[in-house]
Each structure stands twice: as structure tokens, then as C-alpha cells.
């Protein structure tokens, strides 16, 4: 059965500065994964997405991810934060059936 | 292009009371899930849909009932409404045979029961 797991359940950081969110996962089959972000009294877009192919995907608003398959991971990253960015942020598997598995997600809070 | 419309965005009942979550989407995809949010827990899966006239269970489908007339639409119902189904309710869809789609979400249902 698969798992996601978000290491952190808040994250605080000052605008400017660059911020991971921690994602691990287990399955014992090909899987994809993705991160979501929900603003506030909004429901969940998608952030990007690793299918296949290189390792390092890039999303929208200057976020990115590396999924590393001998540590079970997909960390998201971004290199310098806004206040804009403050919002929750969901990991989530998949394999290649039909439903998907959210971790429990990481509040981003960005301060001025 | 609307993409998935969640009716209503509030709703108090009292404990008891039933109610019907309005889910529809105008993407035709053929996959579509109810998820409830509670803090700190994620998302879990109620209920989901292959295609018209398909439904299963997900991990947490005690109190709900759907169903799936048509390609567009996957209303949830609540029978007995009860003080643990207070949550935020997600209706969401993707297309047929692609599991690298991503997901696209409603806005959301924040029901409160009293």
C-alpha cells in the first residue's frame, strides 16, 4: 500500500529567504507524484508533477521538485519566498490506478 | 470554462438533518472523488466514480451516500447528519486513463453540524 508522509506541519520563513517542504513516500510500484497548494478558503491547484524522465521538475510560480527514488522522496523547493506563497501545500501519490494518496500538508508561512 | 462547481459554499444543519453537496464539472472526465478535509488530517477519500453509473467507497464513506447519473455530476449525500461530519468537503475530477493527470478541485463545501 502507498503512503505519503510530509515531514513538517508548519513552516515559518522570511520573504526573500529559500524554503523546502519535506515529502517522503512508500509504494512498491511505479508511482507519480505531485504537490498542491491550497490557498486560503480555496480548493487545491496542482503545483507541478514528476511522471517520469529527469528527476528535477520545475512549477508554477517558481517552485520546483526532485523526486529521489533510493531515499523515497520529493522535496519541494524554492530558491527566494514571497509573502504571496503563504498558503498549505499538499504531496501526493499516485500509481497507475485511478486514485491518489495526499499526505497530511505542510503550512507555509511567509513573513515580511 | 468553470471547471468542478461545488454548491453550497456554507451550510449549518443541525444534528440529524440530511443534505445533498452539488459536484458538477464540465470537463468531461470521466473520473470523479469526494474528499473531506479536517485540520491537520489531509485529505481523505469518501467516495469516488469511474464513469456514469459507477461508484465505490473510499476510506471513509460511513454516513454518505453518491451518486452518478451523468458524466457531469456526483452529488454527496448526507443521511443523520452527526457533530464528526463538521469539515470541509472537496469534490474533484480527472480524465479517463491518464493517471498522470493531476486533479482538478471545487472550491470547497464548509459544513457545520450543531
Known amino acids: 500500500a502507498q503512503s505519503v508522509t510530509q515531514l513538517d506541519s508548519q513552516v515559518p520563513v522570511f520573504e526573500e529567504a529559500p524554503v523546502e517542504l519535506r515529502c517522503n513516500y512508500s509504494?512498491?510500484?511505479?508511482?507519480?507524484l505531485f504537490w498542491y497548494v491550497q490557498y486560503p478558503n480555496q480548493g487545491l491547484q496542482l503545483l507541478l508533477k514528476?511522471?517520469?524522465?529527469?528527476?528535477l521538475v520545475k512549477g508554477i510560480n517558481g517552485f520546483e521538485a526532485e523526486f529521489n527514488k533510493s531515499q523515497t522522496s520529493f522535496h519541494l523547493r524554492k530558491p527566494s519566498v514571497h509573502i504571496s506563497d503563504t498558503a498549505e501545500y499538499f504531496c501526493?501519490?499516485?500509481?497507475?490506478?485511478?486514485?491518489?494518496?495526499f499526505g497530511a500538508g505542510t503550512r507555509l508561512f511567509v513573513k515580511a | 470554462n468553470a471547471g468542478v462547481t461545488q454548491t453550497p459554499k456554507f451550510r449549518i444543519l443541525k444534528i440529524g438533518q440530511s443534505m445533498t453537496l452539488q459536484c458538477t464539472q464540465d470537463?468531461?472526465?470521466?473520473?470523479m472523488y469526494w474528499y473531506r478535509q479536517d485540520p491537520g488530517m489531509g485529505l481523505k477519500l469518501i467516495y469516488y466514480?469511474?464513469?456514469?453509473?459507477?461508484?465505490d467507497k473510499g476510506e471513509v464513506p460511513n454516513g454518505y451516500n453518491v451518486s452518478r447519473s451523468t458524466t457531469e455530476d456526483f452529488p454527496l449525500r448526507l443521511e443523520l447528519a452527526a457533530p464528526s461530519q463538521t469539515s470541509v468537503y472537496f469534490c474533484?475530477?480527472?480524465?479517463?486513463?491518464?493517471?498522470?493527470?493531476?486533479?482538478?478541485f471545487g472550491s470547497g463545501t464548509r459544513l457545520t453540524v450543531v
Open positions: 466514480s469511474v464513469g456514469a453509473g459507477i461508484t
Open positions: 501526493a501519490v499516485r500509481t497507475g490506478g485511478f486514485k491518489t494518496i
Open positions: 470537463m468531461n472526465h470521466n473520473y
Open positions: 474533484a475530477s480527472s480524465s479517463w486513463g491518464n493517471s498522470t493527470m493531476g486533479y482538478t
Open positions: 514528476y511522471l517520469s524522465g529527469s528527476t
Open positions: 509504494s512498491s510500484v511505479s508511482v507519480y
